[in-house]
Each structure stands twice: as structure tokens, then as C-alpha cells.
């Protein structure tokens, strides 16, 4: 650290914030670390500013502002947008709609190194383009250029990265006598539809179905001949009537789990005919705004195979606190 007259400073590294007031406001105008630029010397000068501290950067070390550049540059993959390196640090965007995937492994021993501090939001989270989704944040004004290498040598493989979900078709069966025979207004097909289109997808077609085990099997093959998954409603719980278990067990899919740890869905099932997800929805699927549906169906669209030990895992925070002043989801614990 040295003082040094303003006019003599271009390209020097600032050494201290300092404040600029005016009749309106008082606030940081430059702030420590700042690299000093010929625009920046008249606006210190009026500040009344004619000598600063500025310091020097070590040989072998490098910048707070280009070193996160770099962290960025490094951990940054596919469908990530930057912003501008500012005070030591570079926020990540999402450049599309997608499922942010996150290097947990290399996210672990990036951030084990001295001086490297990378922020992201969870794993498997569904976000919109535009999103703020990770920091990459560089902690001493300067950071030695060997730690930086490390850094990018970690890094063949990207960190953090956003999958673009790709428009898949659904068909959807409703069951239940209740609704085939007018006894009550179906309200799952909108709630189903509308889940389906934000995601980018579509449901094809809807058939609506008695509680008949074999005209339900029948259906599941039909639509899945057809389309890239298909739903099942109703008819899910333990009931004598409730059949569409057993109705996807005829139709030859096999089933990967019949029950989660999850609140709400506790009821949902899922299984495969062939490669085709069957995806049965318990009654909470109607009046919850968030259910494990909504955990599982981005990563089905992307096309993972989703197994029972999986499933399992999301009990750990899969119990969903019907938050007052409304749901917040994704931004939130449930099945985090």
C-alpha cells in the first residue's frame, strides 16, 4: 500500500473505498479494489481526492476483478450466461429455461481452495431465462495465479450448467366413476395441463375412464404408443374401487415405486412400459399447488430414469410446510 497523486494513479489498484457526497446523496463511489482508469481521475479530483492509497498486485498474483472472470470462465457450462466481473465477483445466469445441474464432487473441491468462494441455488432446480442461479466470487483482492490454474484444471468437466428441458408429447387418462358418469366436475385435467405446458410439453390427448381395470390398461397402451409419457388420475389410493394401480400392472408396465416419503405424495406412482414413464397422481395432485410431481416430472421430460432409490432419497426434506403468505416453490426446502 503507497499513496500516490491522483493523476499518477491510471492502472493502479485502489486501496480504500471512498465516498462521494452531493447535495442529493453520499455514497461509495469507488470501492477497494478498483482498478483506476484515466475517466475515473477527474471525478476524484472533484471528490477532493488528490492523493489515494493504492496497492500494488504481487508478481504470480492477479486481480480480484479478472481473477473472477476467470473462476467464472472455468465453472461455467452450458445454457450460463455472465455478467460483468464487479468487486471481485461474476453472477451467472440461466441463457434458456431449463434444470440447472450442479457438480456437487468438483463444486466440493473448488471451493476447499484458498480464496475461491462459488455460490450456487440447488441442484435439479427448474428455472426460467434471465435467472440468477450462481455467484463466483474471488474473497482477497488479489489471488495467486497457481491457485487460478488449479482452479481451471479441476475444470475439464463444467461445475455448474443449465439443460434445456425438450418439448415432450403426454397423453393424459382421468378415472374414476365419479367423473366418467357426471356425478362431479373433473378439475384435473387443467391442473395437469397447465404443469405440462409451463415445462414446454403437451398433452395430446385426454380420455376419461371408469373405474375398469382393463379399459384403463388398454388406454395406457394405446396412448403410449403414441406419445412420450402418459398420466394417470385418480384411483390411486388403497380403496376397493381405486384400480389404476392394478390397471398399470396389466398393461405390462413395470412398476418402480407405488407410494413415496413425500408430503404431498404420498400415493404417486411411477412406472415404465418399456421406455415410456407411466406416472400415476393421487388426489393431492388436485389441490396441492406443489406435490412431488412437480420434484419428479422436470427430470422425466430431460429423459433420467428415475429408480426407487431416488424416491427414497427425497424424504429428506420432502415434507412440504404449506408456507402462509404463499407458496414459494422452487425457492424453498421441499425436496432439497
Not at 55 to 66: D, S, W, Y
Not at 125 to 150: C, H, M, W, Y
Not at 192 to 211: A, C, N, Q
Not at 306 to 333: F, V
Amino acid at each position: 500500500m503507497k499513496t500516490i497523486h491522483v493523476t499518477r494513479a491510471t492502472g493502479m489498484v485502489l486501496g480504500q473505498d471512498l465516498t462521494r457526497v452531493t447535495e442529493q446523496s453520499k455514497g461509495v463511489a469507488f470501492r477497494k479494489g478498483h482498478i483506476i482508469s484515466s475517466e475515473d481521475v477527474p471525478m476524484l479530483l472533484s471528490m477532493g481526492k488528490d492523493h489515494i492509497y493504492v496497492m500494488q498486485i504481487r508478481p504470480g498474483a492477479v486481480h480480484e476483478n479478472e481473477a473472477a472472470q476467470r473462476l467464472a470462465n472455468a465453472v461455467a457450462g452450458e445454457g450460463i450466461g455472465l455478467d460483468e466481473s464487479s468487486e471481485g465477483k461474476v453472477n451467472m445466469r440461466a441463457d434458456a429455461s431449463g434444470l440447472v445441474a450442479i457438480n456437487r464432487a468438483l463444486l466440493m473441491k473448488i471451493n476447499s481452495l484458498k480464496g475461491i468462494a462459488v455460490s450456487t441455488i440447488h441442484d435439479g432446480t427448474v428455472v426460467r431465462e434471465g435467472q440468477f442461479i450462481a455467484s463466483a466470487k474471488i474473497v482477497p483482492l488479489s489471488i495467486p495465479d497457481n491457485i487460478l490454474n488449479k482452479v481451471e484444471s479441476v475444470c475439464r468437466q463444467s461445475i455448474i450448467s443449465v439443460r434445456r428441458l425438450p418439448a415432450r408429447k403426454v397423453g393424459l387418462i382421468i378415472t374414476g366413476n365419479e367423473v366418467f358418469y357426471g356425478r362431479i366436475e373433473d378439475r384435473f385435467e387443467g391442473v395437469i395441463r397447465k404443469k405440462v405446458t409451463e415445462l414446454g410439453s403437451e398433452v395430446t390427448e385426454t380420455i376419461f375412464l371408469p373405474d375398469d381395470r382393463d379399459r384403463i390398461a388398454q388406454a395406457i397402451n394405446r396412448l403410449a404408443s403414441g406419445n412420450d409419457l402418459v398420466f394417470l388420475t385418480g384411483g390411486m389410493s388403497v380403496d376397493p374401487d381405486d384400480v389404476t394401480p392394478a390397471a398399470v400392472r396389466k398393461s405390462g408396465a413395470r412398476v418402480v415405486v407405488y407410494g413415496t416419503p413425500v408430503l404431498p405424495g404420498a400415493m404417486f406412482l411411477l412406472a415404465y412400459l418399456g421406455q415410456k414413464p407411466i406416472i400415476g397422481i393421487p388426489a393431492c395432485g388436485m389441490f396441492s399447488k406443489i406435490t412431488i410431481l412437480d420434484v419428479v416430472l422436470p427430470r422425466v421430460l430431460m429423459g433420467e430414469k428415475i429408480n426407487r432409490r431416488y424416491i427414497a432419497s427425497l424424504g429428506h426434506g420432502g415434507l412440504c410446510r404449506t408456507c402462509d403468505g404463499g407458496c414459494r416453490y422452487p425457492e424453498c426446502a421441499f425436496c432439497k
